[in-house]
């Protein structure tokens, strides 16, 4: 089972707020983690929405919106792919994230899990 664990943006992240050296130290020690666990498929951050776009489809025509969007609980700030056995192993992983050795600036950092689509589900679509 693969499970996309989402780090949801807030105003640091949408401020653009680069991690110190030491943010990036914490975080490259977890990645490390799931990588020698054989368990991390990718995992990425992601710039603020000010360097994006949005595109609507609207009566089937692109509308083309840039950044920045105003509701940062729909952003997200990055995110890490993970194969795992059970939705139990994933979550387990999530509680790991190490946020408590990283400054919070009065925020309270939040991960979404979600899982991944397999080839499998798709065997009885006709």
């Known amino acids: 089972m693969r499970f996309m664990m989402i780090v949801k943006a807030d105003q640091v992240t949408e401020a653009g707020t680069l991690p110190t050296r030491q943010d990036l130290e914490v975080m490259g020690k977890y990645n490390e983690t799931l990588q020698k666990a054989g368990v991390m498929v990718d995992g990425v951050g992601l710039q603020a929405s000010s360097k994006g776009a949005r595109v609507a489809f609207v009566d089937g025509k692109p509308q083309v919106t840039d950044g920045p969007f105003p509701e940062t609980k729909e952003l997200i700030a990055g995110y890490w792919i993970i194969e795992v056995a059970s939705k139990a192993e994933a979550i387990e992983w999530a509680k790991k994230v190490p ?16 899982q991944v689509f397999a080839e499998d589900d798709f065997k009885d679509v006709q």
């Open 99 to 114: 946020f408590d050795r990283l400054p919070n600036h009065g925020r309270v950092p939040e991960l979404e899990l979600r």
